[in-house]
């Protein structure tokens, strides 16, 4: 419900994530294969517990709802305060849906760049002109070079945005970027095209020069 929602859009925040992990969680989404749908995350919780007061119905109490080892419930409980500064379940509801928005747009632009930009080779590596990477917007650069580390290094997980950032932040100053390795993948530019390969190629190529 929607209070499940501002909670994991405070956590998020305070984890530091982007406009990606902003949005919250969606309607739709799928999870190691299953499918799922939340659809009363537009809920607010007050609601839901009027329409099983009117029913008759006895609510479920959940122990661990109230249990602050969690940090949701810590989040939870900091709500009334936070409501009192104005901050309350529909506003960040409201911020949840501006987020999602501003994600599609980002992400629709990154996909236009990734065509024009991205070349990915035979062996696994890629290559992008380093003067298209550092003229993009900074969002969308960020989003852009995730996507290929994570094609070219084969990790699954979500890389950490603070180190997509600062690689953007170096490749934007369109001078030589020495080799240094990020996610799996080793990065580097000679100023007009930036190369990204598997770390592990590296160590075969050592090995076979070794043998």
């Known amino acids: 419900h929607l209070g499940d929602q501002a909670e994991t859009i405070l956590m998020r925040l305070a984890h ?7 949005r919250g969680m969606d309607r739709f989404t799928e999870v190691e294969g299953c ?5 009363l995350l537009g809920l607010d919780p007050q609601q839901l517990r009027e329409i099983v007061e009117r029913t008759g119905l006895t609510a479920a109490a959940d122990p661990s709802n109230i249990d602050r080892h969690y940090e949701r419930v810590r989040w939870r409980q900091a709500m009334p305060e936070l409501e009192e ?8 509801g409201d911020f949840a849906g501006r987020m999602a928005d501003a994600d599609a747009l980002i992400g629709a632009e990154m996909e236009r760049a990734f065509a024009a930009l991205v070349h990915l080779g ?15 917007n900074r969002a969308v650069a960020v989003r852009l070079l995730g996507r290929v580390l994570r094609i070219v290094g084969g990790d699954r ?3 950490a945005l603070g180190a997509l950032e ?7 100053q369109r001078t030589p970027l020495r080799a240094s390795t990020l996610h799996g993948c080793i990065v580097q530019s000679d100023g007009m095209t930036v190369s990204i390969r598997p770390q592990g190629a590296r160590r075969a190529t050592l ?5």
């Open 35 to 39: 499918r799922i749908f939340r659809p």
């Open 85 to 92: 500064l104005g901050l309350d379940l529909h506003r960040l």
């Open 157 to 159: 997980k979500p890389h």
């Open 207 to 211: 090995l076979g020069t070794a043998g």
């Open 166 to 172: 600062s690689l953007y932040g170096r490749l934007s």
């Open 16 to 22: 530091g994530s982007g406009v990606e992990g902003l």
């Open 122 to 136: 035979p062996d696994g590596d890629a290559e992008l002109p380093h003067a298209g990477v550092s003229t993009l």
